[in-house]
């Protein structure tokens, strides 16, 4: 199985901060690297697709970058709705795996 | 305007069944991949069970396999999960989701609002 590990697993930042969020894989995985994020109470919302697309709707400070094994995702400037748990998620091979997560919370 | 409504959660006994729904509009129903995510409490996302896309193949993790079974009516546009011999680790909150036409892959753009399975004694 592809394991995937996110770091920081908690980040602390304020209004207007530039964030960057990195996912590694154990193994290649091409650029077949999804980014969700969710906050509390609601399901995880599509951000970016295949590591640096962009979801229709999803606002331009969102970017993802990345491919083989190293991925990041970067909130260009942070906003109040930007506060949540990020995860990353491989869907090069079967069994699917996400991230930990990252919680990005007001410092 | 694509929509995912869950139905079917509740509390039952270790060993025990249950089965989910995911009754689903807005998009073609009988040829788009769907899946099943859980997410036990205060933990992160796992994935639970992938149905293909325009065929019926299914995949599962070996954490439910030989437990767990999806399927789908397309007659009625609903996605379902049987779920058998539950243990109290598939304590969970279950999301379905519907699999991305653009992502070149199963990434999910469109997620249920969730249901709560509770295996206990």
């Given amino acids: ?45 599509l951000l970016i697709y295949k590591a640096s697309t962009l979801q229709s709707g999803v606002p331009s400070t969102f970017s993802g970058s990345g491919s083989g094994t190293e991925f990041t995702l970067t909130i260009g400037s942070l906003q109040p709705d930007d506060f949540a748990i990020y995860y990353c998620q491989q869907y090069n091979l079967f069994p699917l795996t996400f991230g930990p997560g990252t919680k990005v919370d007001i410092k | 305007e ?30 788009d991949g769907m899946t099943w995510v859980r997410q036990a409490p205060e933990k992160g996302l796992e994935w639970v069970a992938s149905i ?33 011999y ?5 304590t969970a909150l279950y999301y379905c989701a519907k699999r991305s036409e653009v992502a070149d892959g199963s990434a999910f753009d469109y997620w249920g609002q969730g249901s709560l399975v509770t295996v206990s004694s």
């Fill in chain 2, 86 to 90: 539950l243990r109290a680790d598939d």
């Fill in chain 2, 52 to 84: 293909g896309r325009g065929d019926d193949r299914t995949y599962y993790p070996d954490s439910v396999k030989g437990r767990f079974s999806i399927s789908r009516d397309t007659s009625k546009n609903t996605l379902f999960l049987q779920m058998d």
């Fill in chain 2, 2 to 31: 694509v929509q995912l409504l869950q139905s079917g959660g509740g509390l039952v006994q270790p060993g025990g069944s249950l089965r989910l729904s995911c009754a689903t509009s807005g998009f073609p129903f009988n040829i």
């Fill in chain 1, 1 to 45: 199985d592809i394991q995937m590990t996110q770091s920081p697993s908690t980040l602390s930042a304020s209004v207007g901060d530039r964030v960057t969020i990195t996912c590694r894989a154990s193994q290649s995985i091409s650029n077949r690297l999804a980014w969700y994020q969710q906050k509390p109470g609601k399901a995880p919302k």
